[in-house]
Nanobody
Framework: QVQLVESGGGLVQPGGSLRLACIVS????????VGWFRQAPGKEREGVSC????????YYADSVKGRFTISRDNAKRTVYLQMNSLKPEDTDVYFC???????????????????WGKGTLVTVSS
């Protein structure tokens, strides 16, 4: 059974930082493209950042370029999202996803992923 469990969300002031983690169990993470998405009630889901399973290619949404960094540790079965210079508009529920066949664009832009986590809430507010 494949499970993705996110952690690291919380309340942070504007300009602050958070690091999200997603532990993936039930698969060999080396073979999967993984990514982070976000969505608030009434809003469309946005592909925030994705990382390839082969050459390490990365995709970032324009809204987070230069502020967020995605990384992976296959040995720990964990994907990270380092979020710096956070803004109130970054407030959302953040989900991780994994797929063995997607590339970073089909995952982050077309939202194609077989497996999804349940999300962790990030609130940016003073």
């Amino acid at each position: 059974q494949v499970q993705l469990v996110e952690s690291g969300g919380g309340l942070v002031q504007p300009g602050g930082s958070l690091r999200l983690a997603c532990i993936v169990s039930g698969v060999t993470l080396d073979h999967y493209t993984v990514g982070w998405f976000r969505q608030a009630p009434g809003k469309e889901r946005e592909g925030v950042s994705c990382i390839d399973n082969s050459d390490g290619s990365r995709y970032y949404a324009d809204s987070v370029k230069g502020r967020f960094t995605i990384s992976r540790d296959n040995a720990k079965r964990t994907v990270y999202l380092q979020m710096n210079s956070l803004k109130p508009e970054d407030t959302d529920v953040y989900f991780c996803a994994a797929d063995p066949l997607a590339n970073v664009r089909t995952m982050c832009v077309l939202h194609r992923a077989n497996y999804w986590g349940k999300g962790t809430l990030v609130t940016v507010s003073s």
